[in-house]
């Protein structure tokens, strides 16, 4: 399956089945025939099956759809295949029980984490397809998009929504163009600009709308700009009678962005180099707008090096200030963070360690914990249950293993292998885990490659590591005949520099990274190789977070006001959690020693319509 991290990402696959009317039983000739079909299902599908034996057609059918629909409600995907398959469709007397069964057996893969199968599935009852009114047809079609988002087939699966939008009902128009504008936001924007150019149709209409307001180095004045000339290329599109929430959102944000804007960073101390990486990167944002002739707000900046918080933030209010961007140290935040709340909005550049989602000022970070968290929910999306963790030794190697612990068991995952390992241990540390793994799964002393399954031994590995730990790491489980086993990394394994020789043992690791260090051949980073000839080595993605808080400073407000709407940033997806703001990476793959950029959502599709008639 195509690795598609997410939001459709997102996004867990729920999958709406309550509510649903199933067709009333035919009458028949006894009592037990006549019986309308139960809802509540036997707790064990094999006594459903049991049961389903005593039954005549057509309530055996239909109590089979309805118990199916019991075991789907209550994530029990296995079962209501399983109990699916015991009648299949060639029972089906009528043509709704036909549509019922094949629409539950289609969901009961998705939720499975079958999207192919599910494909297949369609394919093969294409005739039976081609007997469904118009409507259930349309509603099929749909289903068929969310298997091909299931199934990484991004591009696919909006071409088939596309295709399907003017024949869906209204409800189902609203979840369908969601999900169009879902996936528009996830595919990396090289590939978007490309297929826009190819595009014809309402296709293309969908895909400039989504450039428009993804477009990194656009001002917001120049997006409503673009959304107006939009609008009158495309009067009749879908999208121009409904736009998405955070598209009409940019004109009251261009009103509200701040004019006068306070940064508060050191220019001493530990943290100085840091501090000019970020300022360079507002600086190149800054310079960005200015050469597109958008309007800039006024940028101060302020030494906090040493200085008093509370006499800072008035000092920049009185300046003028609207926005404060800053500070950077996490003694600061805190500081500033217990004056309750400020005048101005502020964005800090760091985390709170307590209440940080109900803190009096906004957050802003390269938390890797957020990565950590992230790769538990794509590794959940995946169907994986079991995992193993593999962390340094260290509080900071600590702290990530456990934040990626505590996401997984909050998912009902369970980890049966962990382990913290010393740089002078290497080799010892990974034979003691997949011994460990071995153990869990019957397998222990053999010679034969470690067969990673769904089922309750280790079915991945999340590891923390660096690079030069990482190119040990990875052949070391190559040579315990682990080969075959996923590894899911943070972007503490990649440097941000290509170097494929070294690179190469890396081979087969998935990790999470910002767009700014995956995708090097933008305008803005031309414009960043050319102001700073230098560069900023290790600090690079301190940079990005420089260019990415400029950005905020005028659209924190579209993120505060509209429900679920993220900024598309170099950093990754920005989005709000309470007043904390959440990055989710892009993904990649190292391949022959380079870092692959893979389509960010998959293995799991948000597939909120799937109600039956």
């Not at 200015?290 to 040493?306: H, I, K």
Request: hydrophobic letters at 40%; glycine letters at 8%; charged letters at 25%.
């Amino acid at each position: 399956m195509d690795f598609r991290p997410a939001r459709l990402a997102a996004m867990a696959l729920i999958v709406f089945v309550a509510g649903c009317q199933l067709p009333a039983p035919q009458g028949t000739t006894s009592d037990r025939d006549r019986a309308a079909p139960a809802r509540e299902a036997p707790q064990q599908v094999a006594d459903a099956n049991q049961r389903l034996t005593q039954l005549a057609e057509p309530v055996r059918t239909d109590t089979a759809l309805a118990w199916a629909r019991y075991y789907l409600i209550n994530d029990r995907a296995a079962d209501a295949g399983a109990l699916l398959d015991q009648v299949d469709d060639g029972n089906a007397q009528t043509q709704d029980q036909r549509y019922h069964w094949l629409r539950l057996r289609t969901q009961a893969l998705l939720a499975g984490q079958h999207p192919q199968r599910a494909l297949d599935l369609l394919d093969q009852r294409q005739a039976t397809l081609n007997g469904f009114d118009a409507g259930r047809q349309a509603r099929m079609k749909l289903l068929r998009a969310d298997a091909l988002a299931l199934d990484g087939r991004l591009l696919d699966s909006l071409r088939e929504r596309v295709a399907v939008d003017a024949l869906l009902d209204s409800d189902d128009q609203r979840y369908n163009r969601k999900l169009t504008w879902e996936a528009l936001m996830s595919l990396p924007l090289e590939e978007l600009e490309t297929r826009s150019e190819e595009a014809t149709g309402d296709l293309r209409g969908w895909m400039e709308l989504a450039l428009l307001y993804r477009d990194p180095q656009a001002n917001i004045d120049a997006q409503v700009e673009r959304l107006q000339a939009w609008r009158e290329t495309w009067p009749n599109h879908p999208a121009a009678r409904q736009l998405p929430e955070m598209v009409g959102a940019l004109q009251q944000a261009a009103r509200e962005r701040p004019q006068r804007v306070a940064v508060l960073l050191p220019e001493s101390g530990p943290l100085a180099p840091a501090a000019e990486a970020i300022r360079d990167g507002l600086m190149t944002a800054f310079y960005s707008a200015e050469q597109a002739g958008n309007p800039t707000p006024d940028l101060r900046f302020y030494d906090v090096s040493g200085a008093d918080m509370a006499s800072l933030l008035q000092r920049a209010v009185d300046d003028g200030a609207q926005f404060v961007i800053g500070p950077l140290a996490k003694d600061k935040v805190a500081d500033l963070a217990a004056l309750g709340t400020p005048p101005v909005t502020v964005l800090a550049l760091n985390y709170l360690d307590q209440d940080s989602r109900q803190a009096p000022l906004f957050q802003f970070g390269l938390a890797p914990e957020d990565e950590a968290r992230q790769i538990a929910d794509q590794a959940w999306r995946e169907g994986h249950r079991q995992a193993g963790v593999l962390y340094p030794d260290s509080e900071w190697g600590r702290r990530v293993g456990e934040a990626f612990i505590t996401a997984w068991q909050d998912r009902g995952g369970q980890v049966t292998v962990e382990s913290a390992f010393h740089d002078d241990e290497l080799g010892d540390t990974v034979k003691n885990l997949m011994d460990s793994a071995r153990r869990d799964d019957g397998s222990a002393g053999r010679r034969a490659e470690y067969q990673p399954s769904r089922g309750d031994n280790m079915s991945f590995l999340f590891m923390v590591a660096n690079p030069n730990q990482g190119r040990q790491l990875k052949p070391l489980l190559n040579f315990h005949y682990a080969r075959n086993l996923p590894v899911y990394a943070t972007s503490y394994i990649y440097d941000g520099t290509p170097a494929p020789r070294r690179d190469q043992d890396l081979d087969g690791v998935r990790f999470v990274d910002m767009p700014w260090i995956l995708y090097q051949d933008t305008r803005l980073h031309q414009l960043a190789r050319e102001t700073w000839p230098e560069g900023h080595g290790r600090y690079n993605r301190l940079f990005a977070m420089g260019v990415d808080a400029y950005r905020l400073q005028a659209r924190l407000y579209l993120l505060r006001t509209v429900p679920g709407s993220d900024l598309p940033g170099v950093t990754g997806n920005l989005h709000l959690d309470g007043a904390r703001l959440v990055r989710e990476s892009d993904w990649a793959e190292f391949r022959r020693g380079q870092p692959q950029p893979l389509p960010r959502f998959g293995g799991g599709a948000t597939l909120e319509n799937n109600r039956f008639d």
